[in-house]
């Protein structure tokens, strides 16, 4: 089996890649769709939450 060769991709896409799984597009279209691996997509969107999380926890800090 060919090994695959490592892509780079923009913040941008990633972001928009992570949108369109909140959206409510499944997880097995977004990867065939864009010719992703699993493991990128559930580590763009775990990142998406973390820093979500992240960011409402230090608002909350800043307003209480």
């Known amino acids: ?18 949108q369109l799984y909140l959206n409510g597009k499944s997880r097995q279209e977004i990867i065939r769709e864009y010719d992703l691996t699993p493991s990128s997509l559930d580590k763009w969107v775990g990142q998406m939450i973390v820093l979500n999380l992240y960011h409402s926890r230090n608002y909350l800090i800043i307003t209480s």
Not at 1 to 18: L, W
Request: charged residues 50%; hydrophobic residues 35%.
């Open 1 to 18: 089996m060919a090994k695959r060769e490592r892509r780079k991709f923009t913040e941008e896409f990633k972001n928009q890649m992570v």
